[in-house]
């Protein structure tokens, strides 16, 4: 049953909503100001808050904007005798889901309700499986080296600062990029990614900055390139040690001048991104070579993050191996819950891990389909290298 919040300051307002909603179905609370409505619904879950703007202690639009800088997810429906152009605007600026005059007409209020309903309803399933990715892109361990990254997550995640990870391959370094977005305050606008690697280099400056029609012979209409998409975001170039040179040089300059120019065009485009970068490479390597610029890895590196192999924190094992065991039992739902004998996790702890996390999460994925509730030292010898 929907749960719905009355905030007017007139009893017979109230009064006659409450006796609507009830009829419908809906579980009607009341509040009579703007104070007690606003205290009710940031400490319980409403669906709907129908909610005057003229009132005292507290005016509506001011509770619907505390509500939403609270991250209320509760949709509000302003209901005003001054039906006005402005009060209209202002409350949909501050996030109303609608705005209707009273007395309101009937059919009209009980579909805004409707309509209100399933947006609450969306909303809370899109928060659910946000958190639910938040879970799977979480960084798990308790070893120091770790730890160590974590801190430096928390540390430099609201700031505007250039990251650059490095790490092998495997060892979790687009989670950490992931992590960064999440903590920092250009939350909600994109995470583009671009792995560098998996673009071929005559194709790489079109990606990253995009082209005009007839740039080159199958340009045949403009792209948008990801550093527009990313524009007061996040860009995540992943595997920057296989970027050409040329191509570098384009981004160095795009993050001195924070302009681009697509390929093909003359117009220099205005843009606003924070840059995370990742690689495999011993890049300070890659510049003794004349493979990378010096310029730009200064650019890149002011932060630098260095994620471990996992076999650099074996302690970490089995934390990994059951967070896997969670998200690949989510993922099997046909599959029974399955957990690890002592024996089978002390056998993993053995295992090299050439592949690091993304290793061992194929393995526990592996051990889920193949072997019975109780996964044994002998599973993990048998299916563990099946891999290589």
Same mark, same amino acid.
Request: glycine share 6%; aromatic share 4%; net charge negative.
């Given at each position: 049953?929907?749960?719905?919040?009355?905030?007017?300051?007139?009893?017979?307002?109230?009064? +006659?909503?409450?006796?609507?909603?009830?009829?419908?179905?809906?579980?009607?609370?009341?509040?009579?100001?703007?104070?007690?409505?606003?205290?009710?619904?940031?400490?319980?879950?409403?669906?709907?808050?129908?909610?005057?703007?003229?009132?005292?202690?507290?005016?509506?639009?001011?509770?619907?904007?505390?509500?939403?800088?609270?991250?209320?997810?509760?949709?509000?429906?302003?209901?005003?005798?001054?039906?006005?152009?402005?009060?209209?605007?202002?409350?949909?600026?501050?996030?109303?889901?609608?705005?209707?005059?009273?007395?309101?007409?009937?059919? *009209?209020?009980?579909?805004?309700?409707?309509?209100?309903?399933?947006?609450?309803?969306?909303?809370?399933?899109?928060?659910?499986?946000?958190?639910?990715?938040?879970?799977?892109?979480?960084?798990?361990?308790?070893?120091?080296?770790?730890?160590?990254?974590?801190?430096?997550?928390?540390?430099?995640?609201?700031?505007?600062? *250039?990251?650059?990870?490095?790490?092998?391959?495997?060892?979790?370094?687009?989670?950490?990029?992931?992590?960064?977005?999440?903590?920092?305050?250009?939350?909600?606008?994109? &995470?583009?990614?671009?792995?560098?690697?998996?673009?071929?280099?005559?194709?790489?400056?079109?990606?990253?900055?995009?082209?005009?029609?007839?740039?080159?012979?199958?340009?045949?209409?403009? *792209?948008?390139?990801?550093?527009?998409?990313?524009?007061?975001?996040?860009?995540?170039?992943?595997? !920057?040690?296989?970027?050409?040179?040329?191509?570098?040089?384009?981004? &160095?300059?795009?993050?001195?001048?924070?302009? !681009?120019?697509?390929?093909?065009?003359?117009?220099?485009?205005?843009?606003?991104?924070?840059?995370?970068?990742?690689?495999?490479?011993? &890049?300070?390597?890659? !510049?003794?070579?004349?493979?990378?610029?010096?310029?730009?890895?200064?650019? &890149?590196?002011?932060?630098?993050?260095?994620?471990?192999?996992?076999?650099? *924190?074996?302690?970490?094992?089995?934390?990994?191996?059951?967070?896997?065991?969670?998200?690949?039992?989510?993922?099997?739902?046909?599959?029974?819950?399955?957990?690890?004998?002592?024996?089978?996790?002390?056998?993993?702890?053995?295992?090299?891990?050439?592949?690091?996390?993304?290793?061992?999460?194929?393995?526990?994925?592996?051990?889920?389909?193949?072997?019975?509730?109780?996964?044994? +030292?002998?599973?993990?010898?048998?299916?563990?290298?099946?891999?290589?």
């Amino acid at each position: 049953m929907a749960k719905i919040l009355v905030i007017d300051d007139e009893k017979s307002i109230r009064d +006659a909503l409450r006796d609507i909603l009830e009829y419908e179905g809906y579980q009607v609370d009341e509040a009579k100001d703007g104070q007690e409505g606003l205290e009710m619904v940031l400490n319980a879950p409403y669906d709907v808050a129908l909610c005057d703007i003229k009132m005292p202690k507290l005016e509506g639009l001011d509770v619907l904007q505390k509500a939403k800088e609270e991250g209320s997810i509760t949709q509000f429906v302003m209901v005003s005798a001054f039906g006005n152009v402005e009060n209209a605007v202002e409350a949909t600026k501050r996030g109303a889901f609608d705005f209707i005059t009273k007395p309101p007409d009937l059919n *009209r209020l009980l579909v805004t309700v409707r309509n209100a309903i399933e947006k609450a309803n969306d909303v809370e399933v899109i928060k659910t499986l946000k958190k639910r990715v938040y879970k799977k892109n979480e960084i798990v361990g308790e070893s120091a080296i770790i730890m160590k990254v974590k801190e430096t997550i928390d540390r430099v995640g609201p700031t505007e600062a *250039r990251v650059l990870i490095t790490g092998p391959n495997g060892s979790g370094k687009e989670m950490v990029a992931k992590q960064i977005h999440e903590k920092s305050n250009r939350l909600k606008k994109p &995470l583009i990614e671009v792995n560098c690697a998996a673009i071929p280099s005559e194709l790489i400056e079109s990606e990253l900055f995009g082209h005009e029609r007839g740039a080159f012979t199958s340009a045949v209409k403009q *792209r948008i390139g990801k550093f527009e998409q990313a524009d007061n975001g996040t860009l995540f170039l992943d595997e !920057i040690g296989d970027m050409s040179l040329s191509a570098q040089a384009k981004v &160095l300059r795009a993050l001195q001048e924070g302009k !681009i120019t697509r390929v093909g065009g003359e117009k220099e485009i205005k843009i606003n991104v924070r840059v995370l970068s990742a690689t495999n490479k011993d &890049l300070k390597q890659a !510049i003794a070579e004349n493979e990378f610029r010096e310029d730009l890895f200064h650019r &890149l590196n002011v932060i630098p993050i260095h994620v471990p192999a996992l076999a650099d *924190r074996a302690e970490d094992i089995p934390l990994l191996a059951e967070k896997f065991l969670q998200d690949v039992g989510e993922d099997y739902t046909d599959q029974p819950l399955k957990r690890f004998s002592p024996e089978a996790m002390e056998q993993m702890k053995k295992l090299p891990w050439t592949g690091n996390v993304r290793e061992l999460r194929n393995v526990v994925e592996r051990l889920v389909i193949m072997c019975g509730e109780v996964i044994q +030292a002998d599973d993990v010898k048998l299916y563990a290298g099946m891999g290589l």
